[in-house]
């Protein structure tokens, strides 16, 4: 009896330390392929950094890498314009105040009015010139995918800086 309780306790033992390496072997092919199309990810944004397409509509690609040890991988680039809310809106309308003055109405309708049209300005500047990329990076066989998202700028255009006071 004593033999099968310490066959069965050695048994239970065997059986968790390979279910644990065998988690662990899976955990660590699963990290593998993410650092794998990380690096493939950031190749690609590089790459379009330094030749980016024609910033004038949204743009969306998808090719198969050339390379011939990636073949099983497939990229999509994805670039769209940033789009702000109306940041005018943030402003609040003089009509909001009424236990302020005429004058100090007066006061405060001017300056909201020159604030209206900074951040409108704001708003058309970095509309222009802030752009969103997001490159997908594909697994043909596994079907796993990795997304990698951050902004670029469209070296083409300028910041406006003309109020017209």
């Keep these: 009896l004593e033999v099968l309780v310490a066959v069965m306790l050695f048994m239970v033992f065997i059986l968790a330390f390979y279910s644990s390496q065998g988690y662990n072997i899976n955990d660590s092919r699963i990290l593998e392929e993410d650092l794998r199309m ?8 590089n790459q379009t950094t330094l030749n980016p397409p024609n910033f004038g509509n949204s743009y ?13 991988y497939s990229y999509t680039v994805e670039m ?3 789009e702000l ?10 009509e909001e105040d009424s236990s302020a003055s005429a004058e100090d109405a007066e006061f405060a309708a001017d300056v909201n009015a020159l604030q209206k049209m900074v951040l409108e300005k704001v708003k058309t500047n970095v509309e222009r010139i802030i752009w969103q990329i997001r490159i997908t990076i594909t697994h043909k066989v596994d079907k796993t995918n990795y997304s990698l998202s951050t902004w670029i700028t469209n070296p083409n255009e300028k910041v406006e800086l003309d109020l017209n006071f």
Excluded at 85 to 94: F, M, Q, T, V
């Design 85 to 94: 809310p109306d940041l005018a809106k943030l402003i609040p309308s003089p």
């Design 60 to 72: 969306k690609q998808t090719k198969t890498f050339e390379e011939k040890e990636f073949s099983n």
């Design 80 to 82: 769209e314009k940033l």
């Design 38 to 45: 990380n690096e493939l990810a950031t190749n690609i944004l």
